[in-house]
């Protein structure tokens, strides 16, 4: 069955697979023949009438199997509801027909999957995007069910899904739908249709010629199908000619744009695209230069805004501020000063994360400065004037995952400031301060520090512009590990002459430097009081708090709360920003609190899901992969799968080794976990070397890191208990214990500590000192960990086998394991079906339910 938004076209009419045909109420002559003549409106008015007369029938109260007969008559009503925009009746339309084909004919039927398709395009048109994806999914999954992968029919369903996925701002996933559906459509009109979407994917991924060939391509397609001035043939030219502006084409585009403006004067139907065509037309105007006939077509574009796009679309502020810049450029002009100033609406813009409107406002005025400076070649000598602006374009394109593109307008404007200005100078600082944010962007962290640090000082009398290189400064230094210092440059910057909805910016690190210290209450009174007594905070900052709030949670052992906060977070965070390293971080913070609560194997869906982000943005010799590698070989270790877990912790390795300088913090704390895996595959020589390697680049640091070493310490003591060398283990753990105890961070550290412990003390024969460091032990272990945690399930084991062994308290060695037994009971009711690590913990509570009952016998021997 096809359906188009293109009125002309028949809804032809297909049988689901699980019903007869005579079971269903065919449309009647007159609906056929109404949509046949391609006439939507009378179609959808007979189809409404039709449905009413079928319920009707079926009796004043009928049940599903009585509807049954209706079911292809709703989802005509719903497709045709849809096509004349009467999108209530299409949702609800589309919600019967599916409800009683799936009640009736079972799952999979396409009248299901055409009234979900129905149901998805209203549902676009209303703006509820994350509900259109809702239908739009399962709809092209009973689809694709029910044709081949080359089957036509296909297409509108692959079209519709793509149109969600790029509303949501997730144009990759976006463009790979259009790419498969491309390739299948056979009717020019329908293909002309997509392809006119597909190029504003492809613009918004910067492929501004790609786009305008396809745009082209469409234009000409709906030119011959459907005249020169048909709406679709103009809409397409719309694109068109976006295409053109960017690619500097203005003279183009202004030729193109000029007649269709005129054929749209008057059509107060399609006001919308005459509002496009204004705008763009004014955009291709600044583009020359052209500021007053730009602000006449600007000052028409705000008088029909609320009308076209709503009063709540946000396209009143883009205008605004776009009639803002053009009026200064014409101020600048009339004074003969050749000015090229930063739009008024850009920070704001930009602080909302809008970044794609931000850059708008930017790049016709950077290109209009650097054009007049410097019109043959780029010149940075000659470029002073647009330091500000190409500075803030290497910003906004970073903030954007355009990484080379920012990375190249940072270099460039660092290489102006130093043509340009002395050193120090405000103009060096910002363009230091922007390739600063750069690198850490692309998650050179440690690279980031010395051109934030340069910035700062040069940028002492300037706290507006003081305060960004301060928030970065201060996560980098949290990245780093040194949180005293985050702690006490956000301090520093509180002091600063700023609004105080800026310094909320600060308070996501502020509260994570604070849990990483361990002051955990502390943490979590600031974020929840900086939440409830800023309503007014920009969006993008209160989800940076949400995100805030999971995180110190999870360090503060409450993992459920955590997750719940972080789950809710997620889409929004999706719907956001897209696939950006801010979601990634929101998916591993996920990952850990999944992983400290023991739902591993949903911690590897979170950290499979984060790398691949990471991945597609920044690469795979990034230290952000080498982190998003090291996460997930933790979740992997704890499902069971350790071969997989030790591929992801040497990729996690491999790639930090490479770095220049290296994340010592990083590196060890990967390096760290590698041992852990090591030696959980009995390799415990590997795991006491590398140990070793790790103490040495600890160590080498200046200024030392002492709960660091405490974990190496850790490892190493357990490698050698493993290798049966009992007094340096316990040396290790003595080394260890002391730093642990002034230590909030590591409460979980000191339980381990205390069962490495008491087993070399076994080892070597002294019995009261191992009780006594198992008694430690089990009760740092019931404050560390949930009931649940495979770490005190493990202390309670080797306890209980300490009892067994000594054959001194036999009764407290199956108390022991009946309290183990309990957890891992637990642990298997939470898996969904029988994996690796389901298995994994069946035989180990084979193994405790063993124990007991020899231990059952030799307490009855005893007696």
């Given at each position: ?27 009647s002559?007159?609906?056929?023949a ?8 009378s ?8 449905v009413?007369s ?24 719903a ?14 339309f ?8 799936r ?21 676009l ?5 994350d ?7 399962p ?24 149109l ?9 996933s ?6 498969k ?23 918004v991924q ?6 305008l ?15 020169e ?26 030729g ?16 919308w695209?005459?509002?496009d ?7 291709a105007l ?44 014409a101020d ?25 409107e ?13 054009a ?42 660092v ?37 934030l640090?340069?910035s ?10 003081r ?20 702690l006490?440059?956000i ?5 600063l ?12 690190i ?38 805030a709030l999971g995180?110190v ?38 990952g ?9 194997r949903d ?13 597609a943005l920044v690469?795979d ?18 499902t ?5 877990a030790?591929?992801?912790?040497i990729?996690?390795v ?22 852990r895996?090591t030696?959980?595959?009995?390799r415990?020589?590997?795991a006491?070397e ?12 200046p ?24 007094g ?29 412990r008491a ?29 649940t945690d ?9 306890f ?14 199956r108390?022991?394991?009946?309290e ?12 969904d ?14 193994t ?16």
């Open positions: 069955m096809r359906t188009s938004a293109l009125w002309a076209c028949a809804i032809l009419l297909a049988v689901p697979r699980q019903a007869e045909a005579q079971e269903l109420r065919q449309p002559p007159a609906l056929e109404a949509m046949g003549a391609g006439d939507p409106v179609s959808a008015s007979l189809a409404a009438t039709e009413e079928c319920i009707a029938e079926a009796g004043p109260q009928p049940n599903t199997e009585a509807l049954a007969p209706c079911a292809l008559l709703l989802m005509v009503a497709q045709l509801a849809q096509q004349v925009g009467e999108t209530v009746d299409a949702l609800r589309g919600e019967a027909a599916a409800f009683v084909a009640e009736t004919f079972g799952e999979d039927t396409d009248i299901e999957a055409y009234a979900r398709l129905a149901r998805g395009q209203a549902l048109e209303l703006g509820r995007n509900d259109a994806e809702a239908e739009l999914e709809a092209l999954a009973i689809a694709r069910q029910l044709f081949e992968a080359d089957n036509p029919e296909l297409t509108p369903f692959l079209g519709a899904l793509a969600s996925r790029f509303t949501r701002n997730d144009p990759a976006a463009r790979a739908l259009y790419e559906a491309l390739p299948i459509e056979a009717d020019p009109l329908f293909a002309a249709d997509l392809r006119v979407n597909y190029a504003r994917v492809l613009y910067g492929d501004t010629e790609g786009s060939d396809q745009a082209r391509s469409a234009a000409g397609a709906f030119a011959e199908l459907l005249g001035t048909s709406n679709k043939t103009i809409e397409a030219r719309t694109v068109v000619a976006n295409a053109l502006t960017r690619l500097e084409r203005a003279d183009e585009a202004i193109l744009l000029t007649p269709l403006i005129a054929q749209l004067e008057g059509r107060s139907e399609v006001e695209l005459l509002a065509a204004l705008r763009m037309k004014a955009i600044i583009e020359k230069s052209e500021f007053a006939a730009a602000e006449e077509l600007l000052e028409r574009v705000t008088s029909m805004v609320d009308r076209v796009y709503g009063p709540d679309s946000g396209m009143q502020s883009q205008i605004a501020a776009l009639l803002a810049s053009v009026r200064k450029g600048a002009q009339v004074a003969g000063q050749g000015e090229f100033p930063v739009p008024p609406s850009f920070w704001e813009h930009f602080y909302a994360g809008r970044f794609t931000a850059i708008a406002l930017l790049d016709p005025v950077g290109k209009a400065c650097i007049a400076n410097s019109p043959d070649t780029i010149d940075p000598a000659k470029l002073g004037p647009c330091a500000t602006l190409v500075a803030l374009a290497g910003l906004t394109y970073s903030s954007l995952n355009e990484l080379e593109q920012g990375r190249s307008f940072a270099e460039l404007a290489a102006i400031a130093e043509a340009s200005f002395a050193d120090p100078s405000p103009e060096l600082g910002l363009a230091l301060f922007v390739r600063g944010a750069v690198l850490q962007q692309g998650g050179r962290v440690q690279q980031s520090i010395v051109p640090e340069r700062l000082g040069m940028l002492e009398d300037q706290p507006d512009t305060f960004a290189p301060m928030q970065l400064l201060a996560a980098a230094y949290l990245q780093a590990g040194e949180y005293e210092r985050s006490a440059l301090r520093a910057a509180t002091m002459d700023i609004p105080p909805l800026m310094r909320l910016n600060f308070t996501d502020e509260a994570q430097a604070l849990a990483s210290l361990g002051r955990i209450d502390e943490a979590e009174r600031l974020v929840r009081d900086a939440i409830a007594g800023n309503p007014e905070a920009l969006p993008t900052t209160r989800l940076k708090l949400q995100q995180q949670l999870t360090a503060g052992r409450r993992y459920d709360e955590a997750i719940a906060v972080l789950e809710a977070l997620l889409p929004q965070m999706r719907a956001t920003f897209g696939e950006h390293p801010i979601t990634a971080r929101t998916l591993d913070a996920l850990l609190a999944y992983v400290s609560a023991g739902r591993a911690a590897t869906t979170a950290f499979d899901q984060a790398l691949t982000i990471i991945r690469g010799d990034n230290p952000l992969t080498g982190v998003a590698y090291n996460n997930l070989g933790l979740a992997l270790l704890q069971g799968e350790g071969e997989r030790a591929r992801s912790f990729r996690a491999e790639i930090l080794q490479l770095q220049e300088p290296i994340n010592f913090d990083l590196f060890a704390q990967v390096a760290l976990n590698l041992g895996m030696e959980l595959l009995d415990p020589q590997t006491l590398l140990a070793d390697n790790v103490l040495e680049i600890v160590a080498a640091r200024e030392g890191d002492v709960a660091l070493t405490a974990r190496v310490r850790a490892a190493r003591a357990s490698a050698l208990f493993s290798l049966g060398r009992f340096e283990a316990i040396d290790d753990v003595a080394i260890a214990w002391d730093i642990a105890q002034g230590d909030a961070r590591l409460a979980d550290v000191a339980a381990g500590l205390a069962t490495i087993r070399a003390e076994a080892g070597r024969g002294d019995i009261a000192a191992a009780r006594q460091w198992f008694d430690e032990a089990a009760r740092r272990a019931g404050l560390s960990f949930t009931r495979a770490n005190r399930l493990a202390i309670l084991y080797y209980a086998m300490f009892e067994r062994e000594t054959g001194r308290d036999l009764a407290a060695a108390s022991l394991l009946r183990a037994v309990g957890g891992s009971l637990a642990r298997i009711e939470s898996y079906d029988f994996d690796a690590a389901a298995q994994r913990e069946m035989r180990s509570l084979a405790l339910f063993r124990d007991q009952v020899a231990i059952a016998w030799a307490i009855e021997e005893a007696q």
